[in-house]
């Protein structure tokens, strides 16, 4: 083996170590600060007299299933002076869903449900959209809530 190609593996191994030495250290890290990970508001209680609302996030678009069974994706129906609870959750990456006109702002996140509550005041059509980037379409993930009265 020439002094050249020890050279060189010496250096792959190095950068190797470095490599594995910060997953370590981050693995670490992550496994002790789970707390500080946003969790559910209310520790995930529902207050009792709202509706839940499930929200998937993916790409490129938001799904709503509503307690009798029915969907709409990119279309959020409320009813104005109605408590709500959306339970969101993501099929692939992160999201973040945003209702500008509520100052509403609720992650989704693979594989750790969040959710957030609220009551709409006043009818209309509002705008809502993702505000993570998520992928090439990101721009495709808005759409409305239209609050009936």
């Keep these: 083996m020439s002094a050249k190609s020890t050279h060189e593996y010496l250096w792959l191994i190095g950068v190797l170590l470095v490599l594995l030495g910060a997953a370590v250290l981050n693995f670490n890290y992550v496994l002790g600060h789970q707390a500080n990970i946003a969790q559910p508001e209310n520790n995930g209680a529902v207050p009792a007299n709202s509706t839940i609302i499930n929200v998937t996030g993916y790409q490129w678009a938001w799904s709503f299933t509503y307690q009798n069974g029915t969907t709409s994706t990119d279309y959020l129906y409320v009813t104005a002076g109605h408590n709500y609870t959306l339970q969101v959750v993501s099929k692939d990456v992160i999201h973040d869903l945003l209702i500008p006109s ?21 009818a209309g059509k509002y705008i809502f959209e993702c505000v993570e980037y998520c992928g090439k379409d990101h721009y495709l993930m808005r759409g409305y809530m239209e609050v009936s009265a």
């Design 102 to 122: 509520l100052g509403l702002q609720v992650y989704a996140v693979p594989g750790h449900p969040n959710q957030v509550s609220f009551e709409p005041t006043k």
